[in-house]
């Protein structure tokens, strides 16, 4: 694999790795791009401990993160392609608001992301208080669905099933079916609108499994989708391109046959 199209650095808000050290960790893998995507969750729920805003830099810091980029690809475009891109935040109030920030920037590629729903983060335990875990992830992708079909300012979908992340007992009890007109209604909306799913590989060595899993990418290929791009989610050097061999030997054995690497918001592909 030759791309990571998921990286976060200390323009995140829960990382502190200098753009640098992860261009230099996809050097020594012998990749040749890498995708820069920071954080940028505009209304994000600030809860403690960590109260992190989850903007660039903190401070929606824009020129900074750009200027930072611009030195990286003096340094190092003789040896690999540093792109720049973004990870936002899809909420299904903010469609002007994105698509403003989206048009104002020379973003090469741009994920778009579920991280919140019913007003606070899949990560805050508060959201599942009354609710069974099917229903919890039965409304999560009804808002992911709306924010797909709301928000067209993006390329791919970020880690399709964050929740099961964190609903309990979510992984342990899936089946397709148990959510298949959700799932197919969020894969349809993509395809057709010419965008693509993201296989994130950030829980793969740990859990065995990507996000999405499986299950939803060999759909996806089924319904004729075929955009994919692979991400690391890496947060620390140590963690660029985790387990993207095997996360390609998956992918392929669901019938797809290239992944795409993006460049000023077009896909490039490339045969797995």
């Given at each position: 694999?030759?791309?990571?199209?998921?990286?976060?650095?200390?323009?995140?808000?829960?990382?502190?790795?200098?753009?640098?050290?992860?261009?230099?960790?996809?050097?020594?893998?012998?990749?040749?791009?890498?995708?820069?995507?920071?954080?940028?969750?505009?209304?994000?729920?600030?809860?403690?401990?960590?109260?992190?805003?989850?903007?660039?830099?903190?401070?929606?810091?824009?020129?900074?993160?750009?200027?930072?980029?611009?030195?990286?690809?003096?340094?190092?475009?003789?040896?690999?392609?540093?792109?720049?891109?973004?990870?936002?935040?899809?909420?299904?109030?903010?469609?002007?608001?994105?698509?403003?920030?989206?048009?104002?920037?020379?973003?090469?590629?741009?994920?778009?992301?579920?991280?919140?729903?019913?007003?606070?983060?899949?990560?805050?335990?508060?959201?599942?208080?009354?609710?069974?875990?099917?229903?919890?992830?039965?409304?999560?992708?009804?808002?992911?669905?709306?924010?797909?079909v709301r928000i067209p300012d993006f390329d791919?979908?970020?880690?399709?099933?964050?929740?099961?992340?964190?609903?309990?007992?979510?992984?342990?009890?899936?089946?397709?079916?148990?959510?298949?007109?959700?799932?197919?209604?969020?894969?349809?909306?993509?395809?057709?609108?010419?965008?693509?799913?993201?296989?994130n590989t950030s829980r793969l060595k740990s859990?065995?499994?990507?996000?999405?899993?499986?299950?939803?990418?060999?759909?996806?290929?089924?319904?004729?989708?075929?955009?994919?791009?692979?991400?690391?989610?890496a947060h620390t050097p140590e963690r660029v391109?985790?387990?993207?061999?095997?996360?390609?030997?998956?992918?392929?054995?669901?019938?797809?046959?290239?992944?795409?690497?993006?460049?000023?918001?077009?896909?490039?592909?490339?045969?797995?």
């Amino acid at each position: 694999m030759i791309s990571d199209m998921h990286i976060h650095t200390r323009w995140s808000s829960d990382s502190k790795t200098p753009v640098r050290n992860q261009i230099e960790s996809a050097l020594r893998l012998g990749m040749k791009h890498i995708c820069i995507t920071e954080h940028q969750d505009y209304d994000q729920p600030i809860f403690p401990p960590d109260n992190y805003t989850f903007l660039i830099g903190d401070t929606d810091d824009m020129e900074g993160y750009l200027a930072d980029l611009a030195q990286c690809k003096e340094a190092y475009g003789d040896r690999i392609e540093v792109l720049t891109g973004v990870e936002l935040g899809l909420q299904p109030h903010l469609p002007e608001k994105l698509a403003a920030y989206a048009r104002d920037y020379p973003f090469d590629f741009i994920i778009g992301s579920t991280h919140n729903f019913r007003g606070r983060g899949a990560d805050d335990l508060r959201t599942y208080e009354g609710k069974s875990t099917e229903e919890i992830c039965r409304l999560y992708f009804q808002e992911e669905y709306e924010n797909i079909v709301r928000i067209p300012d993006f390329d791919v979908c970020g880690h399709l099933d964050f929740i099961f992340r964190y609903a309990p007992g979510a992984i342990e009890t899936f089946s397709y079916s148990k959510y298949g007109d959700e799932l197919d209604s969020i894969l349809q909306a993509l395809i057709e609108s010419g965008r693509g799913i993201e296989v994130n590989t950030s829980r793969l060595k740990s859990l065995g499994l990507t996000n999405p899993k499986v299950e939803i990418i060999d759909r996806y290929a089924e319904l004729g989708g075929e955009i994919i791009t692979f991400g690391s989610d890496a947060h620390t050097p140590e963690r660029v391109g985790e387990c993207f061999e095997e996360a390609g030997e998956m992918v392929k054995a669901c019938g797809l046959r290239y992944y795409a690497v993006y460049k000023e918001r077009k896909p490039v592909f490339y045969k797995l």
